[in-house]
Each structure stands twice: as C-alpha cells, then as structure tokens.
C-alpha cells in the first residue's frame, strides 16, 4: 500500500530468498504517482483491510477485490486522496465472515486486527519482542 492509495496483492512466491549480500528487492515501483510505501503484509482472501489517511478519511476494502500484480508493478487504485492529503495507516481485519457480524457469536468477537502504520512497523515488533523478554526470567 502507497501514500496515494495505490497498492496490489501479489504471491510470496514471487519474492526470491537473498543471501547475506543481497541488494534487497523491488516490491512495488515507487513514483511520483504511488508515493512511498506506507505498508506491507500477509493477506487472506477473506480478510478484509482498512484504510486512513491524515485527513480523517477511512475505508474498508475487502482483500478478494484488489487484483493480483505482479511484483515489481505499480498496483491499482485502491483509494481515491486528495493531492493534499495521503495514506497513513492501514490495518488488517482477520476473517470477517457472515458469522463474524452476528452479535453474540462467543470467540470470535474479539479478535483484533494488525495494524501498519509508516515507519512504526519496526518498531513495534521490537518493541513487542523487548516486552516478551523482559516479563520472564526476573524472580530476584
């Protein structure tokens, strides 16, 4: 997904594995079209994302209608922004599914969403990884 609403779901078998010297690889062409890239990934068919941009605007898209690309393209429109305005944020629904929108369904009402936010993806894991850490092991 880009900071101007372009984005595109591609196959994990279209990235290679690079060794310790490789140069990285091309996900999706940035441009002064696209933008840079806000966020990145796993998606089911049947999940659905949703968009926000820094002007308050959101947007649910279910996965299945964005269109397969390939991996060095530059996507599909998947948001219409203003030339002010951009993507900030994109969060990962799970399965919602007609059993998910019933009220009082026990187990499945809780279940959160993933959320990518530009430049905190990182950080986040870490942060997370550093929380896992630190609980266990400290009985002084």
């Keep these: 997904m880009t900071e101007n609403g372009f984005g595109k779901r591609t196959s994990a078998y279209d990235y290679r594995v690079t060794g310790r010297g490789g140069?990285?690889?091309v996900n999706i062409e940035t441009?002064?079209?696209?933008?840079?890239?806000?966020?990145?990934?796993?998606?089911?068919?049947?999940?659905?994302?949703?968009?926000v941009t820094d002007r308050g605007q959101l947007i649910r898209c279910p996965v299945h209608d964005i269109r397969?690309?390939?991996?060095r393209t530059q996507g599909v429109t998947l948001f219409k922004v203003d030339e002010d305005e951009r993507v900030v944020s994109v969060a990962r629904l799970g399965d919602v599914g007609e059993?998910?929108?019933e009220e009082g369904e026990e187990g499945e009402e809780g279940?959160?969403?993933?959320?990518?936010d530009a430049g905190d993806?990182?950080?986040?894991?870490?942060?997370?990884?550093?929380?896992?850490?630190?609980e266990g092991g400290d009985d002084e």
């Design 23 to 25: 140069q990285g690889i």
């Design 31 to 51: 441009s002064e079209r696209n933008g840079q890239v806000v966020a990145t990934f796993q998606v089911e068919a049947t999940d659905q994302i949703m968009l």
């Design 68 to 71: 397969i690309a390939g991996r």
């Design 99 to 101: 059993a998910d929108e």
């Design 111 to 116: 279940e959160e969403g993933e959320i990518a």
């Design 121 to 134: 993806a990182g950080e986040v894991a870490d942060a997370a990884d550093a929380g896992e850490a630190s």
